[in-house]
């Protein structure tokens, strides 16, 4: 992946003020980067800016929408920023990563690789990983997914680009 690639970080959702505000969808865990004069591209190509957010009730307002009027063709728009932005405006912990870096990652158990990392859904307050099955293991299941929690990741190691899991081919088998 280069760093200039779109990453989805938000959905526009409904209007909810006469001024043009907006609820914001997060398709991202890091709400410190809609913050004001921050810019993010429509799936249009258009660049838009915050003029502020308000995280406690996701509520967004961007400069030159001023009413419902003018912002009510921001409904359902996917926010994209790049992966460098990211990088720049995001701070990790240790032990996080971020899920374009996991996208294509080996999937080893106990030495065997159970397939790569296809894409990271969330699903209620859990993070999966979408396993594309790996060629060895295809008469089971094509795919199959991966909570990302402790009892099935051990670790992923993004120098050799491996989610080391544990329990895992136990969820393959039962897919």
């Known amino acids: 992946m280069k760093n200039h690639e779109k990453v989805l970080v938000a959905i526009i959702g409904k209007s909810v003020a006469l001024r043009g505000e907006h ?24 660049v838009i800016e915050i003029e502020r957010y308000l995280p406690q009730r996701s509520i ?25 932005k990211t990088r720049q405006s995001c701070n990790l912990k ?4 971020f899920w374009f870096d996991m996208i294509g990652a080996l999937v080893v158990e106990n030495e065997k690789v159970l397939g790569t990392v296809k894409e990271i ?38 120098l050799s680009n491996q989610v080391f899991t544990k329990n895992s081919f136990e969820l393959l088998k039962a897919s």
Do not use: M, W
């Open 121 to 158: 859904e969330r699903i209620a307050q859990y993070d999966y990983l979408v396993v594309k099955t790996d060629e060895a293991f295809r008469d089971i299941s094509k795919e199959f997914y991966i909570p990302y929690i402790k009892e099935y990741i051990i670790k992923f190691d993004k």
């Open 23 to 46: 609820k914001l969808h997060l398709k991202c865990d890091f709400p410190e980067q809609f913050k004001p004069n921050a810019t993010f591209e429509l799936e249009s190509g258009e």
């Open 60 to 84: 967004v307002k961007f400069k030159n929408f001023n009413n419902k009027n003018d912002s009510k063709r921001l409904i359902n728009q996917a926010l994209f920023t790049t992966i460098d």
């Open 94 to 97: 240790k032990g996080e990563y």
